[in-house]
């Protein structure tokens, strides 16, 4: 049966919102305000998207070169360029505010769905809310999607009645980004666990999702043939062989329980700290900063909290969610989700080929997910406890066990997010008083001061350029061609365009050194 949630005053919980919200911008401050603290040519074409598509020059679908990632981003953005122009803050601005809405909604529906008391929901929340600064970066990452996945996570949730709307919301998610798949499944997995997927009603309702993700998913294959693949004045090509969503989902998996194996357990032992801010890296390493990022000595309260956690929940969860029966007490659901969630992405990762990289952190963002449902699942259970009528001399005793165990949890959690506040305003005082150099902005600057307008570079330097000069100059990459019309103006220039590289210019070319690059003019493509 469904509990009723504790009344809560609606000003505790504004507060506990304004708090989470207030804690995000803090974390994301750095990476929107400071171009250079992360950003790339990635990010960058989404921007150039976003100004193609504010000024009418072109309709990006998806991402520019690729029939997979949505550009959604690229969509909010081109909202916000025309008011405070096509500049790295503007670009990242919508992200601060997902990942706002994302803090806020997460809050809300633990007290409203979990029956949370708005500070324990905000202790819960502060996992997502104070992630360190290297997963901080990601949140706000314009790479076509990456915090998005989580919001939908939290829709999908909302919407999971209601089989039209959940179709079409899983539908666009995936479409956006493929890790929105998680979500489902862990919705799924949770209905098989109850027992309420094997009733006629739900089969009939998950019959409904699938038809209207397929429907959904062919209109929008329809619209591909309209949209602008490689940018401005290029007519929409054939791209109906290119890897799509469900292609990337079967091509990169690799599955052999060894390689699974070993995959799950260097992440465990390198991302999943990373990800948590309790693993040092070195001055450079993810992030722009001349300083290490992390605090390994918050790996004892991580994991005192998480330890904690686990106990409240092995002792209770079994009669709180037993296998094949519907919950006595609904509260546990959005938790439960959460955690698994956060595990399936891990997981998820871990099937992949050649992921141990800590790169792939942005793959794996719903494992922030993890401990906040872990968290909110102690606080459920031990609410639950704590009103169970006439306790047993055994059930009495593990009540007072729990006094101890969830301020000790409680406890551990602040200590942790104060090391990550901590780390975060570490690197806001570093960018305040001694910022790294900006060395893409200095070769943009240096080449619109030259007037060199097209030419040729890598792939990460050229469209970082392009879009920091707001296309005063056109850079092309020799390879992995993302917006055609700057290959085409760099080929017309012939000899006239400029060759950006990291060695010296040859004899007979005139060049300059600009940061770590040399500028020459010459035919030749480095």
């Known amino acids: 049966m469904l509990t009723p949630a504790r009344a809560s005053s609606s000003l505790a919980v504004w507060v506990a919102v304004l708090v989470t919200a207030t804690l995000i911008v803090l974390r994301s401050l750095v990476f929107v305000h400071y171009e250079q603290a992360d950003f790339d040519a990635d990010q ?7 100004t193609h598509l504010a000024e009418g020059r072109a309709w990006p679908l998806f991402f520019y070169g690729q029939l997979y990632m949505m550009g959604v981003q690229a969509w909010m953005a081109a909202l916000v360029f025309p008011l405070i122009g096509p500049t790295v803050f503007a670009l ?25 008391r708005p500070w324990q929901a905000t202790t819960a929340a502060a996992w997502f809310a104070l992630l360190p600064p290297v997963t901080a970066s990601r949140m706000v990452q314009a790479q076509g999607g990456t915090i998005e996945p989580l919001l939908y996570t939290l829709l999908l949730w909302l919407a999971r009645r209601r089989a039209v709307i959940f179709g079409l919301l899983f539908a666009f998610g995936f479409l956006h980004r493929e890790f929105t798949l998680f979500a489902v499944i862990a919705i799924v997995l949770l209905e098989v666990w109850t027992g309420e997927l094997f ?13 209207v993700f397929l429907g959904s998913r062919q209109a929008v294959t329809l619209l591909r043939h309209i949209a602008s693949m490689f940018g401005p004045d290029v007519p929409p090509p054939r791209l109906e062989d290119g890897i799509t969503n469900v292609d990337l989902v079967a091509r990169s998996v690799c599955l052999s329980a060894g390689p699974m194996l070993g995959n799950l357990w260097w992440l465990i032992a390198h991302n ?3 990800f948590f801010g309790v693993q040092s890296q070195p001055p450079g390493a993810l992030i722009l900063s001349h300083q290490a990022t992390g605090a390994p000595w918050a790996a004892w309260p991580a994991i005192v909290a998480m330890a904690c956690a686990l106990l409240v929940v092995a002792s209770r969860a079994w009669r709180s969610l037993p296998p094949l029966r519907a919950p006595a007490d609904s509260r546990v659901l959005l938790p439960a989700m959460l955690c698994v969630a956060g595990f399936l992405s891990l997981v998820g990762v871990a099937t992949g080929c050649n992921i141990r990289n800590l790169f ?5 963002l719903l494992l922030a997910f993890a401990p906040v449902g872990l968290t909110a699942l102690a606080f459920a259970l031990n609410d639950q406890r704590s009103h169970d009528p006439g306790p047993s001399a055994s059930g009495a005793r593990a009540q007072a066990g729990t006094r101890v165990v ?12 104060t090391a990550m506040l901590g780390e975060h305003v570490r690197l806001l005082r570093e960018y305040r008083t001694s910022p790294p150099a900006n060395a893409f902005r200095a070769l943009a600057d240096d080449l619109v001061a030259h007037g060199d307008k097209y030419g040729w570079a890598s792939y990460w330097v050229s469209y970082h350029v392009d879009f920091l000069s707001q296309e005063r100059v056109q850079l092309s990459p020799t390879s992995a061609i993302r917006i055609a019309d700057y290959t085409r103006q760099a080929l017309r220039a012939g000899s ?25 003019r010459g035919t030749s493509k480095r």
């Open 272 to 274: 999943v700290p990373t």
């Open 496 to 520: 006239t365009a400029v060759v950006v590289g990291s060695a010296p210019c040859s004899s007979g070319e005139s060049g300059r050194q600009v940061a770590v690059w040399w500028v020459c």
């Open 44 to 50: 960058a074409i989404v921007g150039l998207m976003a």
């Open 92 to 116: 990242k601005l919508p992200l601060v505010i997902v990942n706002v809405a994302t803090g806020g909604l997460l809050v809300w529906l633990l007290v409203r769905e979990t029956a949370l």
């Open 360 to 364: 792939t952190i942005r793959y794996h």
């Open 199 to 211: 009733s006629r009603r739900r089969a009939s309702h998950w019959l409904v999702v699938v038809l």
């Open 406 to 417: 969830l301020p000790l949890m409680t406890a551990a959690v602040l200590v942790w997010a």
